[in-house]
């Protein structure tokens, strides 16, 4: 079993940035992909951004390109989502996953495990 802890979140004016946390325990393996996905009032979950451990391969959601970026720290066991210009639209319930499994991947069904979800709210 792994579990996942987000942290982070809050509220936000459009424009700023936030940092988000995902930090990791229990089993760890030595190849997996982390991903971030949120999910809006009444939207469905959607992928944001994953990463693979190792190497460091990263993909992104259109909408977020150039905005977003995922990163980790190994020594950690930590993910983190540095959001910067948020735009109204961004606000959601933001989670973390993890897929034991080489190969970076966007589908929500492919994710093994899944944190609790922080809040970010971005107001205008």
Avoid: H
């Avoid at 760890?28 to 944001?48: C, D, H, I, L």
């Amino acid at each position: 079993q792994v579990q996942l802890v987000e942290s982070g979140g809050g509220l936000v004016q459009a424009g700023g940035s936030l940092r988000l946390s995902c930090a990791a325990s229990g089993r760890t393996f030595s190849n997996y992909v982390m991903g971030w996905f949120r999910q809006a009032p009444g939207k469905e979950r959607e992928f944001v951004a994953a990463i693979m451990w190792s190497g460091g391969s990263t993909i992104y959601a259109d909408s977020v390109k150039g905005r977003f970026t995922i990163s980790r720290d190994n020594a950690k066991k930590t993910g983190y989502l540095q959001m910067n210009s948020l735009k109204l639209e961004d606000t959601a319930v933001y989670y973390c996953a993890v897929k034991n499994a080489y190969g970076l991947r966007k589908a929500l069904s492919e994710y093994d495990y899944w944190g609790q979800g922080t809040q970010v709210t971005v107001s205008s």
